[in-house]
């Protein structure tokens, strides 16, 4: 059975093709999450596949040399219409793929489980997905693994975009600082002499009358020589009004990075319970106030926060807390293992965001992607590894002003 398409089709295609990602090249950061999904869910197939107008592409796969298939024996599609798991357990019994060609084969599809790839703004572009030719169903905790690994790969994907979004901001601001310099030398100097005439020609020919035909002539005659100059100063601030205007830029407001901390660490707990990873969250206590993007910076926490998890072997220690120091901070200690194993964050951490990614090669794209985010925010990153201690992240951002209505709080006590 061919799946309908969702009401919102013309909308969902554009958001997928946003995001430039169609036909690229493999990446490791998504290879591992179908590793990931796999692993947890015992299957021999896991697939990120994003669902085009005719057809679906798998932008990460394991267990399958296809990289994509027609739209219509695609499960993927019937997925996407759900905003939650679809689990087929048997596709033999189940009316809508039991005549379908990838089932009615050899080693056909008789287990699927798929968790809808929904950006931000309610986009279900495709799935997360494993598959199996036996059937089987999955557990509480794997379901809510694969959930929590769908959620990292469009995580993935609008960081990247948005990361690109930033360069292109950041291009658009020195623009707009040439132009200024350019509209300063233009009012300053050549406009200034002009102008100054004219409105003395103005102020003459009103004091001699509207007939006096030689100093309408004088009028006319400088603002015709000076056109050019008003022409060139309207094209000037066009320009700066187009260079300041982007609306793929971060939206910036006051938010708390305590709660964003703690909603990270609860995306991730799913992951992390599958390798039996302790969580320690002391993302607790005070509001810290900062000015930050809440999606973006919760995707990022949220990814530093899976490349813990990834990195740790099964079994470790990921602590995770909010401070203030030098300013609302974010920590993250990634334990060493009481019998002397150690994780291995450390040089994805440093090779990946702190180092210059062009110039040492590596798989963690997102992580020199969180990094861009987080120099957005002028945030401070700093990274240690210590023998018995593991590797620390520390996250500094500038804390945002207080309010008056923050400090009427403190000062006068609630009846």
Excluded at 20 to 38: G, H, K, Y
Excluded at 273 to 295: E, M, R
Excluded at 345 to 358: C, E, S
């Amino acid at each position: 059975m061919k799946a309908p398409l969702p009401d919102n089709e013309t909308e969902r295609l554009a958001a997928l093709y946003s995001l430039d990602i169609l036909d690229s090249a493999p990446e490791q950061d998504f290879d591992d999450i179908v590793a990931l999904a796999s692993s947890v869910c015992g299957t021999p197939m896991s697939l990120v596949s994003l669902v085009d107008a005719e057809r679906q592409w798998f932008k990460a796969r394991i267990g399958t040399d296809l990289s994509g298939t027609d739209r219509e024996v695609s499960f993927c599609a019937h997925a996407i219409m759900g905003r939650d798991l679809m689990v087929v357990p048997d596709a033999t019994k189940d009316a809508r793929f039991a005549d379908n060609p990838l089932v009615d084969c050899a080693d056909g599809i008789r287990f699927y489980a798929g968790a809808p790839l929904v950006t931000t703004d309610g986009y279900a572009l495709g799935t997360l997905c494993v598959v199996d030719d036996e059937p089987r169903r999955l557990d509480v905790e794997q379901m809510q693994a694969l959930r929590a690994l769908a959620r990292q790969v469009i995580s993935q994907m609008e960081l990247r975009r948005h990361a690109i979004a930033l360069a292109n901001t950041t291009a658009r601001l020195q623009e707009l600082e040439r132009r200024k310099d350019d509209l300063a030398g233009l009012v300053g100097g050549d406009l200034r002499a002009p102008l100054r005439l004219i409105s003395a020609y103005l102020e003459k020919l009103g004091k001699t009358g509207t007939h006096d035909a030689e100093m309408g002539d004088l009028v006319a005659r400088a603002t015709a020589g000076h056109i050019r100059g008003f022409l060139d100063l309207m094209h000037h601030l066009s320009s700066m009004a187009e260079a300041g205007f982007g609306s793929e830029s971060l939206h910036m407001r006051q938010i708390d990075l305590t709660r964003i901390t703690q909603r990270a660490v609860e995306a991730v707990r799913p992951i992390a319970a599958t390798k039996q990873i302790w969580i320690l969250n002391q993302a607790g206590g005070p509001s810290l106030p900062i000015i930050a993007d809440p999606v973006r910076l919760e995707q990022v926490l949220t990814h530093l926060l899976f490349a813990a998890v990834k990195y740790t072997p099964s079994g470790g220690r990921v602590r995770v807390g909010t401070e203030s120091e030098a300013g609302p901070a974010v920590r993250l200690d990634d334990m060493d293992l009481p019998d002397g194993m150690r994780p291995e964050l450390f040089p994805h951490l440093y090779y990946g965001a702190i180092a210059n990614p062009a110039t040492v090669p590596g798989p963690d794209r997102g992580l020199a992607v969180a990094k861009k985010i987080l120099d957005a925010h002028h945030a401070t990153v700093a990274l240690s590894d210590r023998p018995g201690d593991g590797t620390s992240l520390h996250v500094v951002f500038p804390a945002a002003e207080r309010s008056v209505a923050d400090l009427l709080d403190e000062l006068v006590p609630v009846a």
